[in-house]
């Protein structure tokens, strides 16, 4: 077979695309923990891991390593099969689920007609993961932390769900690749006609993903580790994969629907194409500031180390703006520069993630369910039928767009403003039956 | 041939897993069986192009009723139900109706085979775009039976609220 025929081979970028998520996502994974180590300690004013390679860029490897010769416990009285088993199937399904999330409009497995619905459904299947491996330790603690966490998964599901309806209204379809084409014709990301459900989606999806401040699941505290207070070596390990992985799944879907997928930002303004240069900008910049911290680094393994990284960004800083400046490399701009700012996208929703984390304290578990259905929930119908009325508005009797779907949100404001204020008083009155039926007593 | 083979291969999945749902003595695994078999069903409404059935399939009963099983199921005293007699001593009688009833089953599709494969086949692309035509049929065709299955529905969860909760 010809290089041509290979290139033009219809597998081949799925293939590719399959192979990377199986083989290059524990890496990734493990490279966000590092980066949330290194952003927690930015935020505390601590340097974070230095020790493993040129500022501990090396650590996620130790630890992989680590984690893979470790003892492998099962507890006595565990259900064997299924304390084994249980890991994967989180990992599967948060694997499956990118399946259908297309990096850039070249990099992806497929395009299906139900795309979104799969990515939503499949990712929703490593609860099992949770519940089956926290049931079958056979310890109180597991259990207490998958039964919380399978109840927070589904309340919070519930307003993930209607919010992203929301898109799917403006969208007119379900297919991923479609939505972020359909933001491109109409020349707005998603976010501005529904900042609100972008709201909602983002409190949902760090509720769903069990990340501070909603990780009741695992709050130390309470439940040591939650369901995974049994679990040690590659399994804990599997389980960490899958929780990153379904991180970098609700990004991928807040950057499909909210975020415009893998459009550059003003795509359709062609006055500021100049932002063309902008990955390879920032790539030259990384490389420039490797090269400028090499010599300084202790070691001469992480000099040369560091030169290395840097070089590498080079690389790709090159790799970016081929396309732009040289004509005859044009076709393979939209590929590259579409998956460039859509990873640039998930990092910033990810770091967005890390950001809350470090910034509030954990909730508490009644908190959490009534912020989960006396508040978000009606505040994401509300958001809904605000976004169908917008758009009846819109296209029926030919208002506006920036009135109607101000209006809307307006709306959609003083009803989440209105459920605070009745919140807030139904709060006072139960403090206060609570105080007189103790009295009482 | 392809499509045969991925159809029987889910089918037997199917039809294994429902054994096992029923003859497993721990509900934790029959319920880890009940999910096996209404996968593999999804498994068979994707070969057969009904992508929106597949779909919804996962999302509504393995994604949200069987985790409600398993959720219930944790905070049962499960030790209690692995010591008690599985089986009726009856069992025989059922095991006749079955096997009667599937015998049925096999004479009315050996009956009907020619009437079967004498429609015509659809043509290629007839289920495309999936989920447009289910709402379609949902919200246009069938308007009215689709809206007094959903007041029942509310009527029903309103119900089960009301009962659930002692002091409203």
């Known amino acids: 077979m010809d290089l041509n025929a290979i290139l033009t081979w219809p597998y081949l970028v799925p293939l590719i695309c399959a192979a990377s998520i199986v083989l290059v996502l524990p890496l990734v994974a493990g490279y966000i923990v590092l980066v949330e180590r290194k952003v927690m300690a930015d935020m505390q004013v601590r340097l974070g891991p230095m020790r493993v390679g040129p500022h501990g860029l090396l650590q996620p490897i130790a630890d992989a390593l680590k984690l893979l010769i470790k003892e492998d416990i099962i507890p006595e009285n565990a259900d064997r099969w299924i304390f084994w088993g249980a890991p994967l199937i989180s990992v599967t399904a948060a694997m499956l689920s990118l399946s259908a999330v297309p990096i850039g409009p070249v990099f992806l497995i497929a395009d299906l007609n139900i795309g979104l619905l799969f990515i939503l459904g499949v990712s929703a299947l490593g609860i099992f993961g949770i519940v089956l491996g926290g049931w079958a330790s056979n310890s109180h603690y597991s259990l207490l932390g998958a039964l919380r966490s399978a109840a927070q998964l589904v309340s919070y599901e519930t307003s993930a769900g209607i919010a992203v309806v929301g898109t799917v209204l403006l969208a007119g379809t379900l297919s991923t690749t479609a939505i972020v084409q359909k933001q491109a014709t109409d020349g707005v990301w998603f976010i501005f006609a529904a900042p609100i459900g972008f709201f909602i989606y983002l409190v949902a999806s760090i509720a769903e993903t069990n990340r501070a401040p909603f990780d009741m699941p695992e709050a130390e505290s309470e439940l040591v580790a939650g369901y995974m207070t049994e679990y040690s070596g590659f399994r804990w390990a599997l389980y960490f994969l899958a929780e990153y992985t379904n991180m970098i799944v609700v990004s991928s879907i807040a950057t499909i629907l909210f975020l415009g997928g893998g459009l550059r930002p003003f795509s359709g303004t062609s006055a500021l194409d100049f932002l063309d240069y902008f990955p390879a900008a920032m790539m030259l910049g990384i490389a420039g500031y490797c090269f400028y911290r090499a010599p300084k680094q202790p070691v001469a393994v992480q000099k040369g180390f560091m030169a290395v990284v840097g070089l590498l960004c080079g690389g790709l800083a090159l790799l970016l703006a081929g396309p732009v400046a040289v004509p005859a490399l044009a076709a393979i701009k939209p590929g590259l520069h579409g998956g460039f700012w859509f990873l640039l996208k998930v990092s910033a929703y990810i770091y967005v993630f890390m950001w809350l984390r470090f910034t509030f304290p954990r909730y508490r578990f009644d908190q959490l369910m009534q912020l989960g259905w006396k508040f978000l929930l009606p505040v994401a119908l509300a958001n809904l039928v605000g976004i169908a009325v917008a758009l009846a508005l819109h296209r029926g009797l030919g208002w506006n767009v920036v009135l109607s779907f101000g209006l809307t949100t307006l709306l959609t404001v003083a009803v989440a403003g209105f459920l605070v204020w009745v919140g807030e008083g139904r709060e006072v009155t139960k403090i206060g039956e609570e105080e007189e039926t103790a009295a009482n007593a | ?168």
């Open chain 2, 1 to 168: 041939m392809l499509d045969l083979v991925i159809f029987y291969f889910f089918a037997a999945l199917a039809v294994g897993a429902a054994v096992m749902v029923v003859t497993r003595q721990n509900v934790v695994h029959s319920a880890i069986f009940l999910a096996t078999a209404l996968l593999a069903t999804a498994g068979i409404f994707l070969s057969l192009h009904a992508e929106f059935l597949f779909i919804v399939q996962i999302i509504l009963y393995t994604g949200g009723i069987l985790v409600l099983y398993v959720f219930v199921i944790m905070l049962v005293n499960l030790d209690l139900a692995l010591h008690q007699v599985q089986f009726n001593r009856r069992w025989y009688v059922a095991l006749l109706l079955t096997v009667v009833l599937g015998a049925e089953a096999f004479a009315a599709i050996a009956v009907s085979r020619q009437s079967l494969y004498a429609l015509p086949p659809a043509p290629a692309q007839a289920l495309d775009p999936n989920t447009e035509q289910v709402a379609w049929g949902l919200f246009h065709t069938y308007v009215l039976p689709f809206e007094i299955a959903s007041v029942l529905l509310l009527v029903a969860m309103i119900g089960g609220v009301i009962m659930a909760k002692k002091r409203i």
